[in-house]
């Protein structure tokens, strides 16, 4: 495979090693969860990693692999692993580089689950947090303490979009030599590629735009560092257990073939819709990396290769009016996903981030009106129309 390819070759084509068995044009499911050996000779030589051969699907599997070495080749990594779910990566990575009395520093937007992890659970393992607005870069510097191991952020970040300058944060941490890890699930590495920009680790829930059906949950991890990698695989996803299923792998690997497509097609929906909400009388704020108009436009435009197809608005009168108009649309979807087919809309502060508390939501840069929408693949003619008729409603 040229790793000169364009994005759509490469998530079709990427990480194999040759033809399919029977030469079947789709690699098979492996649907195993134990593999057989030759003799004791093969055994040690598998169990000594002399052998790319396979032992038990929770270590790792034919069909992990491809997918594993497809997501590698996308975020120009040198190794992935792949989880049950998005959380599973997301917790494994943090835990793979946090130990008792570190400390790591988040951006003050993130999704609810991390949220969760890192203000909940990491305490009760001796590690502190620290929230910060990671906008503005003097807020990183002034938190940077000699405990802090690890700076964790999503860009743009769920559900306000605000983007984050990951080049000039990766200088900032170089410096003390503290980790960086992107959650690049909004973006897809179809627009944005954190590790070219520097980072450590890219994390993905696979569950949202990799997959694009709504009918996969899992998660994927990428670094450059392939001991990094190993260890994550063998220390982390192993012990605790966060494997993906065989056929999960090969329902994503179909999702990658038509990634590039989809996405293309997701944001240009989402820029006509966009639009519309912009000049829309009822909505008061529009958040959307692509408008010009929008605070982290200029850095988005200069990391990303497009803005993705998440939007967040708040329209005028309130929380009772963002109810309404969620419960009033009839092709949108009200669901807490995001990156499928269909159109999602939800309220994130009743939904994915109600574990935040009301009373600090504008400290975390949200409100209890916020309405998100994920663009869906409809005709976008057909998702303005009826959000025009939610809001006249």
């Not at 070759?9 to 029977?22: D, E, F």
């Not at 899992?218 to 065989?246: H, T, W």
């Amino acid at each position: 495979m040229n790793k000169n390819h364009g994005f759509d070759t490469r998530a079709i084509h990427a990480g194999g090693t040759g033809k399919n068995p029977s030469n079947a044009l789709n690699p098979p499911i492996f649907q195993t969860s134990t593999f057989v050996f030759d003799d004791i000779d093969h055994v040690e030589k598998v169990m000594s990693f002399q052998s790319d051969d396979y032992v038990y699907t929770r270590g790792n599997n034919p069909t992990l692999r491809l997918f594993e070495n497809r997501m590698a080749e996308l975020e120009h990594g040198e190794g992935a692993v792949a989880f049950a779910s998005g959380m599973a990566a997301i917790s494994s990575v943090l835990f793979s580089f946090l130990k008792p009395n570190d400390n790591v520093i988040v951006h003050r937007t993130l999704y609810g689950s991390s949220y969760s992890v890192i203000t909940k659970l990491l305490p009760q393992y001796g590690v502190e947090h620290k929230i910060r607005d990671l906008t503005n870069l003097e807020n990183l510097k002034e938190a940077i303490d000699e405990n802090t191991k690890l700076i964790y952020f999503e860009t743009p970040s769920n559900p306000n979009l605000s983007i984050i300058d990951i080049k000039k944060v990766v200088e900032i941490a170089k410096e003390k030599d503290i980790k960086v890890v992107v959650d690049n699930t909004f973006a897809t590495p179809y627009f944005q590629n954190p590790l070219e920009l520097g980072a450590d680790v890219v994390v993905h829930s696979a569950t949202k735009y990799i997959c694009g059906h709504g009918d996969v949950v899992g998660g994927v991890a990428i670094s450059k560092d392939n001991d990094y990698i190993q260890r994550l695989k063998f220390d982390y996803m192993c012990e605790f257990g966060g494997v993906m299923s065989p056929f999960n792998a090969w329902l994503l690997l179909r999702g990658l073939k038509t990634m590039g497509l989809r996405m293309r097609q997701h944001e240009k929906n989402a820029i006509e819709v966009a639009k519309f909400l912009n000049n829309h009388p009822k909505i008061k704020t529009v958040m959307y990396p692509g408008l010009e108009n929008f605070k982290g436009y200029n850095i988005a435009k200069e990391q990303m290769n497009g803005f993705g197809a998440m939007i967040s608005f708040e329209i005028d009168g309130g929380l009772k009016d963002a109810i309404k108009f969620v419960e009033s649309v009839k092709l949108a979807q009200l669901a807490v996903s995001l990156g499928d087919c269909e159109t999602l809309i939800e309220v994130p502060a009743a939904m994915t981030h109600r574990g935040y508390p009301n009373e600090k939501l504008k400290e975390f840069g949200l409100t209890e009106s916020m309405v998100r929408i994920s663009v869906g693949l409809e005709d976008s003619e057909d998702i303005i129309e009826d959000l025009e008729q939610a809001l006249n409603m």
